[in-house]
């Protein structure tokens, strides 16, 4: 894995006004930035990502079996109770899933480590899928990149195959986010588009726009019956909304469904490695309030695995809020000091998870986080962001990536 210095192609952000891409600088700072690229080898990206990330996922859903049926852990998830059996029917029903993004620490020599799922309304969708593919094409048509080059990128084709197999021939998909974020807006028209070429309708609905029928179903402002919805709006949110009452009793399809309030959540951290321990892509993880009690001499079901980490824990750990977004309330702790700390700490109230630290490799002074997208079930391709400060946020920059050798 290396960075490598690029030509911008020329009138590339003419390109991307015409695309549609009105976010490609934010803030005053590029958020798409091609002056260099990472180039990745074939077998990295199959052995190091894809097969690792695929079977990433398979752990994860065996996390939400036993978590749905657990009182426990369902409490450890901040699930409202009134919804416990909401989250668990579904997926008792096999209600299907559509995508998610992995963030993983990984410095091209595996393995790749989890930092965290983003399973629910993972962004940066639109610039991984397609405006990263117009890069690749277009650098290679212009030379700039070798005719044997390649990319990690079928999440389009992914996403066509994946609406085929979850809806019937010619439903009506509803798709609703916030109108006035662009990057939301990007994110639900990119995954609307892949749904037309699966011969699906599909229809934009403002979040503020759905309501209630008299009959209790969902329906959107032109009072059309939602019958299956696909919503950037997560379920941590959506569970303590109001409006949550109308929900299960509406009978909608919701995409992602309920029981993804179980991935969509970083106590799955410590879920994972309480049934993986030791599994080479996870990174050691608990409760905080596991951790502490286990410092006062109180018992918890935690203490052995705890006492076992405590070495990696020492070394180094980040604290995390398991409801958060854009590295807000991340902490990192190295030898016992705090070394960085989020600016933004609007979600530290929620409950903490603790996890060993995997520093992000650095190059030309930029820490890259890698996004490996899930659709389906199996890994469809890659995306990176990468940031001067070793916390992600929402300004990090995203950079193109491609195969060679």
């Known amino acids: 894995m290396h960075k490598i210095n690029l030509p911008e192609r020329p009138g590339w952000r003419e390109r991307a006004t015409e695309v549609g891409f009105t976010f490609a600088?934010?803030?005053?700072?590029?958020?798409?930035?091609?002056?260099?690229?990472?180039?990745?080898?074939?077998?990295?990206?199959?052995?190091?990502?894809?097969?690792?990330?695929?079977?990433?996922?398979?752990?994860?859903?065996?996390?939400?079996?036993?978590a749905v049926v657990s009182e426990e852990w369902m409490e450890r998830l901040a699930i409202p109770r009134p919804y416990w059996d909401f989250v668990e029917r579904s997926w008792a029903a096999g209600e299907p899933e559509l995508y998610g993004r992995f963030d993983l620490a990984y410095d091209g020599n595996g393995p790749a480590r989890l930092l965290e799922?983003?399973?629910?309304?993972?962004?940066?969708?639109?610039?991984?899928?397609?405006?990263?593919?117009?890069?690749?094409?277009?650098?290679?048509?212009a030379g700039v990149l070798s005719p044997r080059t390649d990319q990690f990128n079928r999440i389009h084709e992914a996403l066509v195959e994946r609406w085929a197999e979850i809806c019937a021939p010619g439903e009506d998909v509803h798709f609703a986010a916030d109108r006035d974020n662009p990057e939301d807006y990007a994110t639900v028209e990119a995954i609307a588009w892949a749904a037309r070429e699966a011969g699906l309708g599909a229809h934009f609905t403002a979040l503020s726009g759905i309501g209630v029928t008299d009959q209790g179903q969902l329906a959107d402002d032109q009072d059309r019956v939602i019958g299956t919805l696909f919503k950037l709006y997560p379920w941590e949110d959506m569970l303590r909304d109001d409006f949550a009452p109308n929900l299960q009793p509406s009978q909608t399809r919701f995409i992602e469904p309920p029981?993804?309030?179980?991935?969509?959540?970083?106590?799955?951290?410590?879920?994972?490695?309480?049934?993986?321990?030791?599994?080479?892509?996870?990174?050691?993880?608990?409760?905080?309030?596991?951790?502490?009690?286990?410092?006062?001499?109180?018992?918890?079901?935690?203490?052995?695995?705890?006492?076992?980490?405590?070495?990696?824990?020492?070394?180094?750990?980040?604290?995390?809020?398991i409801f958060s977004r854009e590295g807000s309330g991340v902490v990192i702790t190295e030898a016992g000091r705090e070394t960085d700390r989020a600016p933004d700490d609007s979600y530290s109230h929620h409950p903490q998870v603790v996890q060993a630290l995997a520093p992000l490799p650095v190059f030309d002074g930029f820490h890259p986080v890698l996004g490996a997208w899930i659709v389906g079930e199996r890994c469809a391709g890659l995306g990176i962001r990468e940031d001067r400060a070793r916390i992600t946020h929402n300004l990090s920059r995203f950079k193109p990536h491609f195969i060679e050798g």
């Open 25 to 66: 600088d934010m803030g005053g700072e590029p958020y798409w930035d091609e002056t260099s690229a990472y180039r990745l080898t074939l077998r990295q990206i199959e052995d190091d990502i894809e097969d690792p990330a695929t079977d990433l996922h398979a752990m994860c859903r065996e996390a939400v079996a036993a």
């Open 117 to 141: 799922y983003n399973a629910d309304t993972p962004t940066s969708l639109y610039e991984s899928a397609s405006f990263q593919w117009l890069w690749f094409e277009e650098s290679r048509d």
């Open 259 to 321: 029981w993804k309030a179980v991935l969509s959540n970083k106590a799955l951290l410590p879920l994972l490695w309480s049934m993986f321990p030791g599994h080479p892509n996870l990174l050691p993880a608990f409760f905080a309030a596991d951790i502490q009690a286990v410092r006062r001499g109180e018992p918890t079901p935690f203490a052995a695995a705890i006492a076992e980490a405590e070495p990696a824990l020492a070394r180094g750990h980040v604290t995390k809020p």
